[in-house]
């Protein structure tokens, strides 16, 4: 039987899918950017699926009565939308992107690792007790600017804590733009704090340390305790990784969500701009000092040392713009040397292929 997917090759109107049941692809987060990219006949020839696992055997992709693993071929990711082919799945098309959250992979291979596509909304969770950090809520708010993601800042834990507030004044100051949002993770609080982002058809993802509560906060939402947990260290506070791989969840009310284990080791690469967005006071300043390569140590006619003599600005914010500005550039110019090299291995290759057919 031939399916009828022309109601997605434009965009609803406003308030339609609340009249409506869902589709099982608006469910999964189909919206109008991808359908837009294909015709009709693609669509009933080569159904779209969505990743919501990677395996070391391939993608696990469901759609529109689709759940299979597709075999190692397409690049994908969790998130990413392809359009299966019946005949040869590792053949099947990545669609364009959304979004794209990615990170300099552990190690020292120099390889980009991709996090999650076609994110919405980064729900960045930090616990109010010692394991937090402003320095890593700094790094994944840049992560998600980068991407083009709308990070929110979720504070947690605020039943063991006695002076909230003093982590929702640090958080708030990392940018005007980023809300925070104070909750326990526990009860209903999850559901109506942070439903104005849960909405049918779109894909959110819970982001931040082992530990502060992100799989808690998925099974609050989904009315379900269908995630594992386990409570954090008592002596240090930080958290055992539950949660070992990047799984999409489908929730009751048609929303998509991303539960991630925590990342030890989040390099930026390639997120110059991110980063800039973060500290963007600092970066506004840092135009009207007097030379345009001004590293705001010494130098004279220094805008940003003179706001921090004035008091306007945090030294260690400073400190904390100045070592990830530098990260992001050193790692970014070692992937750029790393595919400089690959591709002229690959033209030596292919000038070696070419001489043994002579």
């Not at 990743?51 to 992709?61: I, K, M, Q, T």
């Not at 400073?318 to 990260?327: D, G, I, N, P, Y």
Request: aromatic fraction near 4%; charge should be neutral.
């Amino acid at each position: 039987m031939t399916r009828d997917y022309s109601q997605f090759l434009k965009p609803a109107k406003k308030g339609a899918t609340a009249k409506r049941k869902l589709s099982t692809l608006e469910m999964l987060g189909w919206q109008p950017f991808f359908a837009q990219q294909i015709s009709i006949d693609e669509m009933t020839e080569t159904p779209p699926v969505r990743v919501v696992e990677v395996h070391r055997n391939g993608l696990h992709a469901v759609g529109d009565g689709v759940d299979t693993i597709i075999p190692p071929g397409p690049e994908a990711t969790v998130g990413d939308w392809l359009l299966l082919d019946p005949s040869h799945p590792p053949s099947s098309r990545v669609l364009e992107r959304k979004s794209l959250i990615k990170r300099r992979a552990a190690g020292h291979d120099r390889q980009t690792q991709l996090i999650a596509a076609n994110i919405d909304t980064a729900f960045v969770v930090s616990s109010c007790n010692q394991d937090f950090n402003v320095a890593r809520l700094e790094r994944y708010i840049a992560l998600a600017f980068e991407a083009d993601v709308d990070p929110v800042i979720v504070l947690t834990k605020i039943d063991l804590c006695e002076t909230p507030d003093r982590y929702v004044e640090a958080a708030s100051a990392i940018s005007s733009e980023v809300p925070v949002v104070v909750l326990d993770a526990r009860g209903g609080e999850p559901k109506s704090k942070l439903e104005d982002w849960c909405r049918p058809g779109r894909t959110l993802a819970f982001l931040g340390s082992s530990g502060v509560g992100k799989s808690t906060l998925i099974n609050a939402l989904s009315g379900t305790r269908s995630i594992a947990t386990q409570a954090i260290r008592e002596d240090d506070a930080k958290g055992r990784h539950t949660t070992t791989s990047r799984q999409l969840h489908i929730l009751p009310d048609g929303c998509a969500v991303l539960d991630t284990p925590g990342m030890r080791e989040l390099q930026l690469t390639d997120a110059g701009a991110g980063v800039a967005d973060v500290f963007s006071d600092l970066h506004a300043l840092s135009e009207q000092c007097r030379f345009n390569d001004c590293r705001h140590e010494t130098e004279p006619g220094c805008a940003v040392l003179a706001a921090i003599e004035a008091g306007d600005v945090d030294s260690e914010r400073l400190l904390r713009w100045q070592k990830l500005v530098a990260e992001d550039r050193h790692n970014s110019a070692s992937l750029a040397e790393r595919k400089s090299k690959d591709k002229a291995l690959g033209k030596t290759i292919r000038q070696i292929k070419k001489l043994k057919k002579k």
